[in-house]
């Protein structure tokens, strides 16, 4: 697991509202309401680049008389295709007034005489997508801001644009590299607000290269995970949908007003049905992830109004505590729960979503969410009705290719706190490796950002917002090693800190498997997620790249990646890679009482490669010997 530190501060993009009640885990400060995952709608989806000022006003127009900005969409995002890449000799761009009389300044200025925010689209490279993939216009070379980042943050400020989506095109094909320039836009973007006074939200859009998850938090308040939900010309599907959904879960990184992004809703847009409509924005509200709709508002169904602003959904979208939820149980394949930690004590959503062909009974525990096995209070949020109160959990019957969505109000189970030591908090304990929820009571007189390490995991810059004199929370997931000694260390300018409270969430446990010459963990390198990712060894710090949870013989790490053979080798040296989980006898595996760990196809023994014991070791496939490097322990 490489270790990759955020350095610079943040300047947070949202102001900070007044608290709304006590922290999810025990404490006697009030938590802060962090900024919430930004809502609106974007051109792409349905327009592609064929947009123009016209065009933009009858969505706005459409998005305040259907009622979306009384349910919270402020943003009016114009996406790729305002721009034909034109400069003036000041190395300003320039548009065609036929198409935005007024220029976009004027644009930006109706959104706001709406009520609305206003937001523009640029890419890091040279050329922008419209170069490389032109959607509905010709081919327009020079449509990116590389060269001209500060240039261009100043020009969307003064225009008026509150938000700006910065694609990444032009830096994949120029081969860039992603952290240093989104850093680079980033500090631009930073630059300009401080000569103009504005804020400009940044928006991320690398489509997952190099893990934005891992450095996003302290870049902007939002990244993208994958590649688009839906391409130009295409038809929303359901099963696109979940593929950007798992690629989103990244809950360690999601917390303080920084988010994980799925991409654009397809919510009422041709190919995906109402019920599966539903579904979308369930699991985008239990992720947290932000709300931008991407159907065209002026022809919209009924049921689709009433799908996007459904308030209860809205809420758990919007909740203040900021956090991401989580997968709590998979008792068959295809048949997954999630839970969020909501503001508030011993509240809960869940989604209960059923990926298979067929209905089925579904079961969430309360002991999977971190609640007491108390009667807790259900309540179907799509239904809009009370389920009742039940003790220990709640069964449903979940049709094929569908979902539940729930809000859970029971009761914490116990929570450890913790002393701060300065910056420091030693000594955390946890039942089994897996993740829990640390809240962190703090006084700050002004907004700072601190870098969050855990055990030596790929550290994350948290958000402490301005208190006031008061002592205040702020949470974050954190995933723990089985055992005492786990430890939280803050660096960089973290706030006089008081006190941590951990609140277990057992429906995430797993183990960490060590090698026993090494004494290091099998691992998925820089927490990656992509398909093919040999494992390999690295020093143990228990995170979600090193938590493997047994399931139906599988080993399951990241929710949804299982390891596997690669392409079902039975020779001496086949690599072991991470790959999509699939039920295939490649992906089983049987741990022997001899502590070799053998596969169901070839019957070979996960081995470390010419018996290295040095970190980046690759994991390989070899005949069962009984050597060293073939014993593994759990922890």
Not at 98 to 125: F, N, R, V
Not at 285 to 302: D, E, I, K, Q, R
Not at 385 to 407: E, K, M, Q, R, W
Request: proline share 4%; charged share 15%; glycine share 12%.
């Amino acid at each position: 697991m490489k270790l990759r530190l955020a350095l610079s501060a943040l300047v947070l993009i949202a102001g900070v509202v007044p608290g709304f009640g006590a922290a999810a885990a025990s404490t006697t400060a009030t938590a802060v309401a962090v900024p919430p995952p930004a809502m609106g709608w974007a051109s792409w989806n349905t327009f592609a680049a064929k947009i123009d000022y016209g065009t933009i006003k009858a969505q706005a127009d459409a998005l305040v008389s259907a009622g979306l900005k009384d349910a919270g969409y402020s943003y009016v995002n114009i996406d790729e295709g305002w721009w034909q890449g034109t400069r003036d000799s000041a190395g300003n761009i320039t548009v065609d007034t036929a198409e935005w009389p007024g220029g976009m300044k004027a644009i930006a200025d109706y959104l706001h005489s709406k009520g609305l925010k206003a937001g523009i689209y640029t890419d890091a490279g040279r050329d922008g997508c419209g170069y490389y993939f032109p959607t509905g216009r010709p081919a327009a070379p020079g449509s990116g801001s590389e060269g001209h980042y500060l240039q261009d943050m100043l020009q969307f400020q003064r225009w008026g644009f509150d938000f700006v989506k910065v694609d990444w095109c032009g830096g994949d094909a120029e081969g860039l590299d992603p952290q240093s320039t989104y850093r680079a836009i980033s500090d631009a973007n930073q630059a300009a607000t401080a000569q103009t006074g504005r804020t400009l939200t940044l928006s991320i859009c690398d489509w997952g290269r190099k893990n934005p998850w891992n450095w996003g938090a302290g870049t902007a308040p939002m990244w993208r995970t994958s590649t688009d939900i839906i391409y130009y010309g295409q038809t929303a599907n359901l099963g696109q949908v979940l593929t950007n959904f798992d690629q989103a879960q990244h809950p360690l990184s999601q917390h303080t007003g920084y988010v994980n992004d799925p991409d654009m809703l397809t919510v009422g847009m041709p190919g995906l049905t109402d019920a599966q409509a539903r579904t979308e924005l369930g699991l985008w509200s239990v992720s947290g992830a932000p709300l931008l709709a991407g159907n065209n508002l002026a022809t919209m169904s009924a049921a689709t109004k009433s799908i996007l602003t459904n308030r209860e959904v809205i809420a758990v979208d919007q909740d203040p505590s900021g956090l991401q939820g989580v997968k709590v149980a998979e008792d068959a394949a295809g048949l997954q729960v999630y839970s969020k930690v909501l503001s508030g004590s011993g509240k809960r959503a869940v989604v209960l979503l059923n990926r298979t062909s067929a209905a089925a009974a579904m079961t969430v525990r309360w002991a999977d969410l971190g609640l007491t096995p108390a009667t807790a209070q259900v309540r179907n949020v799509w239904g809009a009705g009370n389920a009742g109160a039940f003790a220990t959990g709640y069964g449903v019957t979940v049709p094929a290719g569908d979902s539940v969505l729930l809000t859970v109000q029971g009761t914490d189970a116990a929570a450890a706190s913790y002393p701060a030591d300065g910056s420091r908090f030693a000594g955390i304990t946890a039942a089994s490796t897996g993740l829990a929820v640390a809240t962190f009571t703090y006084s700050a007189a002004g907004t700072q950002t601190a870098t969050l390490a855990v055990n030596g995991q790929q550290p994350t810059v948290l958000a402490f917002p301005a208190t006031g004199g008061t002592p205040k929370t702020v949470s974050a997931v954190v995933s723990l090693g089985k055992g005492t000694t786990n430890t939280l260390t803050f660096s960089g300018t973290p706030p006089q800190l008081s006190a941590v409270s951990i609140l277990p969430l057992p429906g995430s446990t797993g183990v960490q498997i060590a090698g026993v010459p090494s004494g290091r963990c099998l691992d998925v390198d820089d927490n990656g997620i992509t398909n093919g990712i040999q494992a390999q060894l690295w020093d143990c710090a228990a995170g979600l790249n090193q938590t493997w949870a047994p399931v139906r013989g599988q080993l399951v790490v990241n929710g949804t990646k299982c390891l596997d053979a690669y392409n079902s080798g039975t020779a001496n040296g086949t690599d072991v890679v991470v790959w999509d989980c699939n039920g295939q006898r490649n992906q089983q595996w049987t741990f022997n009482a001899n502590g070799t760990i053998t596969n169901a196809v070839s019957g070979l023994c996960l081995d470390a490669s010419q018996a290295a014991t040095a970190n980046a070791t690759k994991i390989i496939l070899w005949t069962c010997s009984g050597g060293a490097n073939q014993q593994w322990t759990r922890r």
